[in-house]
């Protein structure tokens, strides 16, 4: 059984894919240098199984003055009302996220979560924002969007000094505008939003009239870099991540958005990764009628299925639920609706595979390969219902079942479920949606 350094050179390529497949391979954390030039090891989660993300999923009520967001697997920050300023507390620190079961992450964030809570406050609101940091090094926090005095800018070293570990800061300023923004570091900011430091910051218009809607949600997209049988993103890199997510949840670990037929519903997306995103809907067109600079005025708005959203864009939509069933919503980069992908993984399409295995079986038997992308890359869901083992703490590339079987998504995609009947107000899943006889494409 012998075989030469040529063949095993010509293998290279086919056992970067078998390696991503070997249960028994360890990936080691990264270490990171930070700007000061400490070398920092990121902290391991060392049982991740019991370790549960502290996110959960708050059902808003109808508020005093305006319709609350429903942020997907996150939650909206109380405050206190003191001598007529609204105040929140944010706590920048270290925790732990559940991408979707199966998968947890050592990210940063604010308050327990990654991303941090959605911070809501009225245009002419009064807001005191008290931020604590309990991250390992310095940190402050920018106000995407929002119009405020310079002071209260949040870019360390230019607008104030950096927030020191253990330390608190206060921002204090008047909601000057409504609309959908976003709040982030501006301070090792790669690093930071690399780890999942961010958060939405919706401002409701005083009038609780104006752009109404029946059904507000909001999330962030983020990319990581988690390399398989780890736990901790890579901060350096810098254009090839493995991991897309809303809110920092991949497919099927992701909430739908759950609407009565009928209902005018709006969805803001804000974009804090590395590259630009065509967020697309099924079944419905839609409009954008606010970005992070303002309401978009009804004259210069168009109908679309897909939007682009730009490196630091908010975009919202609005659209009216007509058509009831499951609509996909998802982003159309096709490997952002992937998960665990790899960036060497050579074409192999079409290719006889047979003669090969038994020679990368003699060469590396401790590596567990199965010869895949003859025929396509459905082969990994295949592989994934038959119960093939994955490296530690790493989901499948492809994954999730809908009513007829694998829908073969991961990363970008969740579902948008219009019913006739889903209750006002109610956003709990209606399970798969039950097709009308004869409405359902089928086989000849």
């Known amino acids: 059984m012998g075989h030469d350094r040529r063949d095993f050179l010509g293998l290279g390529a086919a056992l970067i894919a078998s390696a991503a497949l070997n249960p028994n391979?360890?990936?080691?954390?990264?270490?990171?240098?930070?700007?000061?030039?400490?070398?920092?090891?990121?902290?391991l989660v060392k049982n991740p199984k019991r370790v549960l993300s502290p996110a959960m999923v708050i059902t808003p009520k109808e508020g005093k003055n305006y319709h609350p967001v429903v942020t997907l697997n996150g939650w909206s920050l109380p405050y206190e009302m003191k001598e007529g300023v609204k105040e929140f507390h944010l706590i920048a620190e270290p925790v732990v996220r559940e991408?979707?079961?199966g998968m947890v992450v050592n990210c940063w964030g604010y308050n327990g979560t990654s991303p941090g809570p959605t911070i809501e406050a009225v245009e002419g609101d009064r807001v005191r924002l008290i931020v604590t940091n309990k991250l390992p090094e310095h940190t402050t926090i920018h106000w995407h969007g929002l119009i405020l005095p310079n002071g209260m800018d949040g870019v360390g070293g230019l607008t104030q000094p950096q927030i020191a570990p253990g330390e608190t800061y206060v921002y204090e300023f008047t909601l000057?505008?409504?609309g959908t923004f976003m709040y982030h570091p501006h301070a090792d900011e790669m690093?930071?939003?690399?780890m999942g430091a961010m958060g939405m910051f919706i401002i409701h218009p005083k009038d609780p009239k104006g752009h109404r809607v029946d059904r507000d949600f909001c999330f962030l997209l983020a990319s990581y870099d988690v390399a398989p049988g780890t736990y901790t993103?890579?901060?350096?890199?810098m254009t090839e991540f493995n991991v897309w997510s809303f809110n920092s949840r991949v497919f099927p670990g992701i909430d739908p958005m759950v609407v009565r037929k009928g209902e005018r519903v709006r969805i803001r997306v804000g974009n804090l990764t590395m590259t630009n995103h065509p967020i697309h809907m099924h079944g419905h067109p839609f409009e954008v009628t606010c970005t992070d600079g303002g309401w978009v005025p009804k004259s210069a708005r168009w109908p679309e299925v897909t939007i682009d959203v730009g490196v630091g864009q908010?975009?919202?939509?609005?659209?009216?639920?007509?058509?009831?069933?499951?609509?996909?919503?998802?982003c159309h980069k096709s490997h952002h609706t992937m998960g665990a992908m790899g960036h060497s993984i050579p074409n192999m399409l079409g290719v006889k595979q047979d003669d090969l295995t038994e020679k990368i079986s003699d060469l590396m038997p401790e590596y567990m390969y199965m010869p895949m992308g003859k025929n396509g890359m459905a082969e990994m869901q295949d592989m994934a219902e038959m119960g093939m083992k994955l490296p530690e703490n790493t989901l499948p590339m492809m994954s999730g079942k809908g009513a007829f079987g694998p829908i073969e998504m991961g990363g970008m995609f969740t579902v948008v479920k219009v019913r006739k009947n889903q209750p006002k107000d109610d956003y709990s899943d209606p399970g798969w949606y039950e097709h009308p006889e004869g409405s359902v494409a089928k086989k000849l």
């Not at 391979?25 to 902290?43: F, P, V």
């Not at 690093?191 to 690399?194: E, F, K, L, S």
């Not at 993103?233 to 890199?237: A, C, G, H």
């Not at 975009?315 to 996909?328: M, N």
């Open 99 to 101: 991408f979707a079961p």
């Open 191 to 194: 690093v930071q939003m690399a």
């Open 176 to 178: 000057r505008q409504s």
């Open 314 to 330: 908010m975009r919202a939509i609005e659209f009216v639920a007509t058509q009831e069933g499951d609509w996909s919503f998802h």
């Open 25 to 43: 391979l360890k990936g080691s954390e990264h270490e990171h240098t930070a700007h000061d030039g400490i070398k920092r090891q990121l902290t």
């Open 233 to 237: 993103p890579n901060p350096s890199t």
